[in-house]
């Protein structure tokens, strides 16, 4: 990038006689890039994160799916208003870019790809296709990101490892996991993928400006995923141009022209402002998830977790990437701290990650954003080190196991659908209503009156009683003896039938893991 790069002439060249001195060129796997790389690691990317695609997708059984997430209140709900000619999706907990991709996925499956209707009085079959189409489109985000991740490296005259950091993209082990579900943090990662590519690859303050646009784009996605604007606008300062006036209104151009693309991408936060900033006592709207939530926490799952930047730093990044990534990572930053060209991505990922550590809501996946910049820290990194080769292996062998854990549970038959044999045509005690992290007792869960398993709420008696681990791990972990459950949960002296996959040569240190990784695999006992 010529515009605030310092680079030499001949750098990371084959053959330049600088190769050897300068650490961006030094080369960490041993074969040169061919243009044929992109499309190989979209590929590689795209392999992993079709596997297990259709888990947990609403059926017969269950109208809703094992992820929470794309509950019929947020996306299926959203594009269901757009099928009937409403396009104001009347949900603003997330933007609206992700439900629109949704909706045109949707239509291309309902023209191009054969689907059986399902003759039913319960809706099940169309919910399943709507949450399918928004997985697709996040598996479609999260493919692309790897080729993204291996271009910028390229714009950072990286050699070699640029590879290294394509793989790593490829095969991030949350992000893998992500990918699989019809959410906003996968899509929203990918723009901000796209906003720092263009950002190095802008030649002037018009190409800087269109990355300024994606960033918007971006916020469209998730509301803080605009953030990476920061990374422009670095950018447009480090620009040899000394004249202040020029570059504050540059500034002040590309916060336009990133506010231009969130209204394009959501636009009724400004035809429908009120409903846009949504009611916080309702837990609805832009103001409750970037006001309130944050500060209110989610229930028990993060009480008492300490600092959110130690949090976040030794507990969730760590499944996202395993540690000698994050090892690498660091020492990525300290070379890359010394080089301009890293400054704008540098900027953005102080920015991203400072304001996460104030959040009270501390799911793995909001990091996601991050993965991209760490991972080319990473393979920048390992270049840095004695035996970049040798490290280079090493960090692509622990991302393909991580990325094996993860999967794992996709494939399998889950734990809730393996409990369901042998509570059907009985009674059943439970500590709540039936619903995403239970066995499919009722359609519709939350005590429907459809047909379904008799649920008695919190009797332990004759009946068998079930409880999943999203029940039990907080108030355990929380020390709470104020619920008789808990008694049963913790003394092993009590037997229970457990339903759970056990991943094989799983990573260690994985017996406690993020509340996101329980999505796939939740511990489901009956007593």
């Known amino acids: 990038m010529k515009t605030f790069q310092k680079g030499r002439k001949g750098e990371g060249e084959k053959g330049s006689k600088n190769e050897g001195s300068d650490p961006l060129a030094r080369p960490s796997l041993p074969f040169s890039p061919s243009p044929i790389l992109p499309f190989l690691l979209f590929a590689l990317a795209l392999l992993v994160r079709s596997l297990g695609l259709t888990w947990g997708l609403p059926n017969a059984e269950r109208w809703y799916s094992y992820h929470p997430d794309e509950s019929t209140r947020q996306i299926v709900g959203a594009v269901v208003s757009l099928l009937q000619g409403d396009w104001n999706p009347h949900f603003f907990n997330y933007p609206s870019l992700s439900i629109y991709a949704t909706w045109l996925v949707y239509q291309f499956l ?15 079959a169309e919910v399943q296709n709507i949450i399918l189409a928004g997985r ?20 950072l005259k990286a050699g070699n490892w640029a590879i290294l950091a394509g793989v790593l993209a490829a095969l991030a082990p949350g992000h893998v996991q992500h990918s699989h579900f019809a959410t906003v943090d996968v899509p929203a990662t990918f723009f901000v993928t796209l906003c720092v590519y263009l950002t190095l690859r802008a030649q002037n303050r018009k190409g800087l400006l269109w990355a300024a646009f994606v960033a918007g784009l971006a916020a469209g996605t998730k509301y803080n995923a605009g953030l990476v604007l920061m990374a422009p606008l670095v950018a447009l300062w480090l620009l040899p141009d000394r004249n202040l006036g020029s570059r504050i209104l540059g500034s002040f151009a590309f916060i336009l022209a990133t506010l231009l693309a969130f ?6 936060a400004l035809l429908a402002p009120r409903e846009f900033w949504g009611d916080p006592s309702k837990q609805s709207g832009f103001a409750y998830e970037l006001l309130v939530h944050p500060r209110q926490g989610s229930g028990e799952i993060f009480q008492n977790t300490g600092n959110g930047w130690i949090y976040h730093g030794t507990f969730n990044l760590p499944f996202i990437l395993t540690w000698p990534i994050i090892i690498a990572a660091g020492v990525g930053v300290y070379f890359a701290a010394k080089k301009r ?40 990194g390992a270049a840095q080190m004695p035996k970049p080769r040798i490290w280079g292996v090493v960090l692509g062998l622990f991302s393909l196991w991580g990325t094996k854990d993860v999967l794992w549970p996709f494939i399998q038959t889950d734990p809730r659908d393996q409990a369901a044999p ?24 939350f005590n429907s009156p459809v047909a ?10 004759k009946t068998p009683f079930v409880i999943s681990e999203f029940e039990w791990r907080e108030p355990l972990r929380l020390g ?48």
Not at 487 to 500: D, H, M, W
Request: include cysteine.
């Open 452 to 461: 379904g398993v008799e649920v008695t709420r919190g009797k332990i008696g």
């Open 480 to 527: 709470r003896t104020d619920l008789e459950a808990m008694n049963l949960v913790s003394n092993p002296s009590i037997t229970a039938r457990q339903f759970k996959n056990r991943v094989p040569w799983a990573l260690p240190g994985r017996a406690f893991v993020p509340h996101d990784y329980l999505y796939t695999n939740p511990e489901t006992r009956i007593y």
């Open 341 to 380: 060209q890293f400054w704008p991505m540098l900027a953005f990922l102080a920015l991203f990650f400072f304001s996460l550590g104030f959040s009270q809501v501390r799911f793995m996946r909001y990091l996601l954003p991050l993965v991209p910049i760490l991972v080319l820290l990473a393979a920048y």
């Open 263 to 268: 209204l394009v991408s959501t636009p009724y």
């Open 110 to 124: 309902m023209v191009f790809v054969p689907t059986t209707y399902v003759a039913t009085p319960y809706p099940w």
């Open 136 to 155: 697709i489109f996040s598996v479609l985000c999260g493919a692309l990101t790897a080729p993204l991740v291996f271009l910028i490296a390229q714009r």
């Open 422 to 445: 042998f509570l059907r045509g009985q009674r059943v005690a439970m500590l709540g209503n039936p619903w995403f992290y239970t066995p499919p007792f009722q359609p519709q869960g």
